[in-house]
């Protein structure tokens, strides 16, 4: 069992920067680790993921503002957010991808998931 720990998430003014943690702790670091969010309201939706190999691959929606990447040695899987808009604001959780299965955007192919940690930003 895999489990997912975030924090770092807060209250920033927009055009401002957060580096999200996913510490990844149990039964192997292998995995490919996603981090998903969810605003008041919404659907969750796919943000970034990295998978063992360093492969990344984003929601075009943050491609160029956020940054994913991994510290195996600290088994820990950052989310560098720059740039935050108001239209960011939602808790956003980790989540460890299932062997084998489908695409990495949607979230029904994840098998672990963290608590969350809230971002907010004010504009």
């Known amino acids: 069992q895999v489990q997912l720990v975030e924090s770092g998430g807060g209250l920033v003014q927009a055009g401002g920067s957060l580096r999200l943690s996913c510490a990844v702790s149990?039964?192997?670091?292998?995995?490919?680790i996603a981090w998903f969010r969810q605003a008041p309201g919404k659907e969750r939706e796919f943000v970034a993921v990295?998978?063992?190999?360093?492969?990344?691959y984003y929601d075009d929606s943050e491609k160029g503002r956020f940054t994913i990447w991994r510290d195996n040695a600290q088994s820990t899987v950052y989310l560098q957010m720059n740039s935050l808009k108001p239209e960011d604001t939602a808790v956003y959780s980790c989540?460890?991808?299932?062997?084998?299965?489908?695409?990495?955007?949607?979230?029904?192919?994840?098998?672990?998931w963290g608590q969350g940690t809230q971002v907010t930003v004010s504009s």
């Open positions: 149990g039964r192997t670091f292998r995995n490919d």
């Open positions: 989540a460890s991808h299932r062997h084998g299965s489908g695409s990495y955007v949607d979230p029904i192919n994840y098998d672990a």
């Open positions: 990295i998978n063992w190999g360093e492969g990344t």
